[in-house]
């Protein structure tokens, strides 16, 4: 929201790799330079467990095909995700 916020023209510059935060940061931008074989990555929101992270909907799917036999805390991961995705309007 800072970019989008601020007065200037933006310009994202992608080399290589512009990974979910990275390609939000290049989609705020008013123009996007990239190598002709840059990637912009997808919008995938993680939620960080330990020293893992889990997909945000890939949370979601699993809570809803496990249903009651999902463990309690992995049912609370995707309460989290959920509202996640629905805060940034992604579902």
Do not use: C, W
């Not at 007065?7 to 080399?15: D, L, S, W």
């Not at 390609?23 to 840059?38: G, N, R, S, V």
């Not at 929101?45 to 999902?70: F, H």
Request: hydrophobic share 45%; glycine share 6%.
């Amino acid at each position: 929201m800072a970019l989008k916020r601020h007065p200037g023209r933006k310009i994202a510059i992608v080399p290589h790799y512009a990974m979910s935060g990275g390609t939000l940061i290049a989609l705020a931008a008013d123009e996007i330079i990239m190598d002709p074989d840059a990637v912009l990555g997808p919008l995938d929101p993680q939620i960080p467990v330990g020293n893992t992270a889990y997909p945000a909907p890939s949370l979601i799917k699993v809570a809803k095909l496990k249903g009651n036999e999902a463990r309690e805390e992995f049912l609370v991961l995707a309460d989290v995700a959920e509202k996640l995705l629905t805060k940034y309007r992604i579902l």
